[in-house]
């Protein structure tokens, strides 16, 4: 049975909320008194301005609790029904035009109830509008329904007074279980969201985290909805507890139900036709358009959704995009790009940098008893066309998954890995330092364009985008010793198969043919132990060439970060010698959010938020800010210490730092040669240029390669590059 409750008629716009929740000496306003800062003087309306207001087919229930300015014009009020205490700014003879859509300022056609408008609002055929605060300059016209009840959170998942956890809005991000179940807030961070959607084990502190939460919002019933000053409604149908920010632009919206939409003048949201948004917050400057379906989420500042996308239980990061195609569960680090119609992720945690292409479905739990599985991948995950993998999966940074039907679970651990299932000859293949070897140019322009489309204006976390950072690097050893491992076990067991080993025998055995770079070693057939659950092999392809690439990537890193030091601090190299830090010990890296963090600095953290002298989100956010300015100086130990470790030495002298940057020099004339032939493949392959009539054409249609913006960008980089390492070496 609907619960429809027969009231009073007089009762309308009054008693918004139950008398015992109006605080002792306060009436049912005093909130909505707190709320509205905009600084305009209302007055009573005269006899005279009454009666023009009923001429114009105006009613109210009580012309008395109608407020004015003492720039009013009737004539601009007409066929409205007012209930409640209603209170409207400066009414003017102008026009709000938007779009190329006209509208006069005033309110018309409209029933509304308890609210309070700001100066020179358009209000036209809104059928119902209650307790809302709207800014100066709005306009909101051909709306159904735009009401606030009493109980309204906007999207956080807080309870009122009298509500029952029950009913608190979580999301069930990373494991369709709900097992890692986290409560939204308006400035949730990915880091925050990480955080404890993690160390489940660990009750205090994901007590601390509900704690900190409550801590941000009060309980008290009575708030009212607000839409912030020049913010565009129109042609909508149900916007209900929704608080909108300034400058915002909503069309054609089908449903907005508890949601905040966060919006600025310099960083406009809008949501467009056909979308349908419940219990969800929305960051500023994010595009919502075209029939988009979103339940229980969360959309970091800067994102987009759109053309049917579904996004439910999940947390989007910042400058990502979503389209088409439906994400479930999920917690997505920023910059994530899935923009394909027939696309699924779900349970997972994709840490940023990501690409998802069409037909990839992540998101089988056929192989568990239970939907309780998860995928966790690193940095640059891009699992190609139609890739179908099972839970559990997991996968080290830049994990390029090629297109095929995974029968089992995943665990990758090598970084820069083309994955391939081999149905021929029923094995996986791994091929380490893939992109390196052949799409160069597509790893260093994506690592340039996350930079430049990154549009936060709070870069609380700084967030790393270079393909070789503390998290790659730390990846890369371990793959070392993995490579080492498999080799020697390949080589010795091919030698002496009767013969048992140690894996540190097979790994001195590998060490030393990679180190030699020895050529008997492609004739090796290198098989892989627990990189999939079943019992096929798992065969390492290039083993011998990404090893050394590998190493010569350890170099780069090192030099990179020297270099961003002498710029920085303006040193010669004698200088530089003195101030450098030693190469101390390799440290262990954690993926925040996005934001790279020494793993003790993290620990420090959640042991400071259990005993309780971080306090709330705000400190959890000063201690990101903390760690983001220390970063510099902490990746250049980093990449110092993994110099040392793979040099075995304990001191840079200039002799050292002399050959780091002669060699980085010719690594990077590599990389920069392997951007160009990457990119060049595409203008040589007949296949390519078949569709084409002559050359001529294809330049037109792609553009010229030697005009590539990209390309010719990294070639003067190297002229510079070369000069002031020539210049620094000379001066020395």
Not at 356 to 366: E, P, Q, R, V, Y
Not at 380 to 391: D, M
Request: aromatic share 10%.
């Amino acid at each position: 049975m609907n619960p429809i409750i027969k009231k009073p008629l007089s009762e309308i716009g009054y008693k918004f909320f139950p008398e015992q929740y109006i605080p002792a000496g306060e009436d049912e306003y005093y909130l909505r008194r707190k709320q509205n800062r905009n600084g305009i003087t209302y007055r009573k309306l005269t006899h005279h301005e009454i009666d023009a207001l009923i001429r114009n087919n105006n009613t109210s229930d009580n012309w008395e609790m109608i407020e004015v300015t003492d720039v009013f014009n009737a004539d601009l009020i007409q066929n409205c029904k007012f209930y409640g205490w209603v209170r409207i700014g400066k009414l003017e003879p102008y026009f709000l035009e938007f779009h190329a859509v006209k509208l006069r300022v005033g309110l018309y056609n409209s029933t509304i109830i308890s609210c309070d408008f700001g100066d020179n609002v358009s209000i036209d055929s809104v059928h119902y509008l209650s307790h809302y605060i709207i800014g100066n300059e709005c306009i909101i016209t051909n709306v159904h329904e735009m009401a606030t009840t009493n109980y309204a959170k906007f999207g956080n998942g807080v309870l009122k007074q009298g509500e029952e956890e029950k009913i608190r809005i979580w999301l069930e991000v990373c494991n369709e279980n709900a097992g890692r179940k986290i409560v939204p807030f308006n400035g949730m961070l990915p880091g925050d969201a990480w955080m404890w959607s993690r160390n489940r084990d660990n009750k205090a502190l994901q007590q601390k985290f509900l704690e900190f939460t409550e801590q941000k919002f009060d309980k008290l019933r009575g708030y009212y909805g607000k839409v912030g000053d020049r913010t565009v409604i129109k042609s909508c149908r149900i916007i209900k507890d929704v608080w909108i920010g300034p400058h915002a632009y909503i069309k054609g919206a089908n449903k907005i139900k508890n949601v905040t939409i966060n919006s600025s003048e310099k960083s406009s949201s809008q949501v467009g036709e056909g979308c349908e948004l419940v219990n969800g917050i929305i960051g500023e400057g994010c595009r919502v358009f075209y029939g988009v379906k979103a339940v229980r989420f969360y959309l970091s500042s800067h994102s987009q959704l759109k053309y049917g996308a579904r996004l439910i239980n999940s947390y989007l990061g910042n400058n990502a995009t979503i389209s088409c195609c439906e994400v479930l569960n999920s917690l997505i680090f920023p910059a994530h790009e899935q923009h394909h119609n027939n696309s699924f992720l779900c349970a997972a945690t994709v840490m940023g940098q990501s690409n998802i292409a069409a037909g990839a479905t992540l998101g089988s739990n056929h192989n568990s008893r239970s939907a309780d599985g998860e995928l966790i991948a690193g940095r640059g995950f891009w699992p190609a066309l139609c890739v179908s993998i099972k839970h559990n999966s997991k996968f080290a940074s830049y994990t390029l998954l090629a297109k095929g039907d995974y029968p089992a679970e995943l665990n990758i651990p090598i970084p820069f890995a083309l994955v391939s299932n081999d149905e021929t000859k029923n094995q996986l293949q791994v091929m380490p330092a893939y992109w390196f070897l052949y799409n160069m140019y597509a790893l260093a322009r994506n690592a340039w364009k996350y930079v430049d489309r990154d549009k936060r204006t709070d870069k609380t976390q700084h967030l790393e985008y270079s393909y070789l950072a503390p998290d790659t690097v730390n990846e890369i050893f371990e793959s070392l010793r993995l490579l080492e491992l498999y080799t020697g076990k390949a080589a010795l067991q091919k030698e002496q198969p009767a013969k048992d080993y140690s894996d540190a025998q097979y790994i001195k055995k590998g060490k030393a043919l990679l180190t030699a770079d020895d050529k008997n070693i492609d004739a090796l057939e290198i098989i892989a132990d627990g990189f999939e659950n079943t019992k096929r092999k798992t065969v390492l392809l290039k083993v011998r060439q990404s090893y050394g690439v590998f190493l010569e990537l350890i170099g780069y890193y090192a030099a990179e970060e020297l270099m961003h030091f002498i710029k920085a601090n303006n040193l010669s190299l004698a200088t530089c010698i003195k101030q450098l830090p030693k190469p101390g010990k390799r440290k262990a890296w954690t993926n925040v959010g996005g934001q790279l963090m020494e793993a003790a600095a993290f620990t420090l953290l959640q042991q400071k938020i259990v005993a309780g002298k971080i306090k709330g989100w705000d400190a959890v956010h000063a201690f990101y800010e903390q760690q983001s300015a220390l970063y510099p100086s902490q990746k250049l130990q980093h990449a110092l210490a993994a110099y040392g470790e793979l040099l075995n030495i304990k001191q840079l002298s200039k002799e050292t730092i002399t050959t780091l940057l002669t060699q980085y020099l010719h690594t990077k004339e590599w990389m920069v040669k392997g951007i160009y032939n990457s990119r060049a493949k595409d203008y040589s392959n007949p296949f390519r240029s078949m569709v084409y009539e002559n050359p001529e054409e294809q330049e037109e249609v792609t553009g010229s390669l030697a005009e590539n913006s990209f390309i010719l960008q990294q070639q003067q980089e190297l002229k510079e590059t070369k000069k002031f390492i020539t210049r620094l070496l000379k001066n020395s």
